[in-house]
């Protein structure tokens, strides 16, 4: 198990303190469409995983948990006792891991493009996304990647923002990157959902093939407090497809849960 990882962070805007963890091969700014209305809510810390952006590159393999170590090491230096998490994709599982190790720390969770209670069909396409990365380089995936991830309508229309998301995955370690992505796609968070006490929202696009509505209605089922939203026509990369209806989404989740 690899040492924790002091991770780059940034805090803006004011309010209730509200933590964001981004997916595979992506940085903290992948919340940068979200971030102009979060911050008016919420005193938002957002930062780069382990080998992400400006984080440090890690030495060794590392797992879920460290990832986990990794949020509570941020959660201390930046002093909130308690806090709001939100998660997108990888980060979706990140989210609710924190929370079954220190449930004392979350007052409630985003879900945001996330699986779990995925058959053996749903395994297997995954993993072979990955052996494909392993055996032919991550760049001869790209395409898959950006057919998973983008709808055709926001290729066509903004091929810069899907040049620049892949330029990401390029530009991450590619150690690191196999290594997250081996994370999500072996992380079965079924078996404990259920001991999620905090509130929950879970959130995925209508057309999100690796984190279908069929497998988010699943996760809304098992936890005990969870509202399940659909945000029609989009696949995985709602962030950057519309960053601002996942940010109103969990502005109105949260202040619903003061009523």
């Keep these: 198990m690899s040492a924790v990882i002091d991770c780059s962070y940034s805090i803006e805007g004011e309010g209730p303190p509200l933590f964001l963890i981004h997916g595979i091969g992506a940085s903290r700014a992948a919340w ?26 890690p030495q060794s393999k590392f797992d879920l948990a460290e990832l986990v170590g990794d949020l509570e090491h941020l959660r201390k230096k930046t002093g909130f006792a308690k806090a709001h998490f939100a998660g997108h994709s990888l980060g979706g599982m990140i989210g609710p891991a924190y929370a079954l190790k220190y449930p004392d720390h979350v007052l409630s969770i985003g879900l945001l493009s996330t699986a779990a209670f995925r058959n053996e069909d749903d395994i297997k396409k995954v993993k072979s996304v990955v052996s494909d990365m392993e055996e032919k380089g991550i760049p001869e995936v790209l395409q898959t990647l950006t057919n998973r991830w983008f709808t055709d309508k926001f290729i066509k229309e903004n091929p810069n923002v899907v040049e620049d998301r892949l330029k990401q995955v390029i ?18 968070m079924s078996p404990w959902l259920h001991e999620i006490k905090a509130p929950c929202l879970v959130l995925t696009g209508e057309h999100d093939g690796g984190c279908s509505p069929r497998l988010n209605q699943l996760i809304h089922n098992a936890l005990p407090q969870s509202e399940l939203v659909i945000l029609p026509e989009y696949k995985h990369s709602i962030l950057l497809e ?17 009523r």
Excluded: C, W
């Excluded at 940068?32 to 957002?46: H, N």
């Design 32 to 57: 940068k469409l979200a971030l102009p209305i979060l911050t008016k809510y919420f005193t938002v810390i957002s930062y780069d995983l382990r080998g992400h952006g400006m984080s440090p590159i």
């Design 171 to 188: 530009d991450t370690n590619s150690d690191v990157f196999l290594n997250v992505f081996h994370i999500y796609a072996e992380t079965e």
């Design 242 to 258: 519309d960053g601002v209806s996942v940010a109103q989404n969990i502005v109105r989740f949260i202040s619903d849960l003061k």
